[in-house]
């Protein structure tokens, strides 16, 4: 369940954002989990089992203003890599703003392209 990031997860969002190449350096991510709070047109989620508190995983994005949201960071905690978290993660997000574009960016394009063949196949959002 993709729920809105809260300041107390704060160290957990950090951690989760850190296993991206480009966050491990800790100004960076600094800079990244600040946008996430300070700006409006940037969102963070945090993806909850559940059947527990574990956050196994976040998301985080931004919203344009011609209907698109762009994909800025996904990130599983390692345990629940491989197993659909991150495409169930993106179905939500869709399900959130179903009349958005979602779109990616060079970090994130790869993974966009794999959940949107996922459904296609699927003729749809599971």
């Known amino acids: ?8 997860q704060r160290k957990i969002a950090m951690g989760l954002l850190s296993f991206h190449a480009n966050l491990k350096d800790q100004q960076h991510l600094l800079k990244e989990i600040d946008t996430y ?10 993806y909850y089992d559940e059947q527990s508190d574990n956050v196994q995983g976040v ?27 991150g ?26 392209a794999k959940w949107q063949e996922r459904v296609r196949s699927n003729d749809g959002i599971d």
């Open 59 to 85: 998301i985080g994005i931004s919203q344009l203003e011609d209907q698109e949201i762009v994909l800025h960071d996904i990130s599983l905690n390692p345990s629940y890599r491989g197993e659909g978290v």
């Open 1 to 8: 369940m993709l729920t809105d990031y809260r300041k107390n």
């Open 87 to 112: 495409f169930k993660m993106m179905n939500e997000l869709q399900q959130l703003f179903p009349d958005q574009k979602i779109i990616g960016t060079p970090a994130t394009c790869t993974f966009l």
């Open 37 to 46: 709070q300070e700006d409006d047109r940037y969102n963070l989620f945090c």
